[in-house]
């Protein structure tokens, strides 16, 4: 199934839809802790205080649309109610080690650069994503004529993808070169993803 097929499917039942958003609620909450453990204690900036403080924001952001559908569902970030949970998991810290990996081998880079480069092309390939993955989420919601909203996320996602190349125009002239690359390993663990997100569902469905 097709992401904005596997959408209204999702948002239908209540079941589905608070462990999809605790799904993103996870996913946005390592993405603030990535960024936070980035952090230089000396030279951090404006940008990457603000940004953190977004993503986590995000992740409560969230966490509180599930009270809209049911008020007990979804208490942690356990197992049983999240979507694809080992895929979920799996998708961010696989990227950091992949962006990682392609960074040593290709600009050599290691230390406090590494992680400094890492958390610009990790960052940047998943505001990509976000830009993407809200609004077509917040439209299947407005279809549904569903209580929940992303509508603050998507605002603060798109300054995001703009601090983002900012950053990234003065870390490197041929900044594009690499965050293409970024992008790239990330549209296949976002479509390895879809795809375990996609044979759950249709598993529960089915039964
Ligand atoms: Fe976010
Ligand atoms: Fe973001």
Partial sequence: MKFDELLPVIINDNQLHTRWLNTLSLMENTGARKISACEDTE?????????????????????????????????????????APASSRHYLNQLDVDVCRYLKKELGL???????????????AIEVRADELYPIYQEALDNASSKVNVKSIILEEEGHLEEMIKQLQSFAPDWQLHADKAVEMESGLFKEWLRHLSKEITTKKAS
Avoid: M, N, W
């Fill in 43 to 83: 030279t951090v900036t404006y940008i990457i205080l603000k940004h953190a403080a977004e993503e986590h924001r995000h992740a409560f952001y969230l966490k509180k649309q599930i009270e809209k559908i049911d008020k007990t569902a979804c208490p942690t970030y356990s197992s049983p109610y999240l979507l």
């Fill in 110 to 124: 290691k230390g406090s650069e590494l992680r400094f480069a890492a958390y610009l092309l990790v960052t940047y």
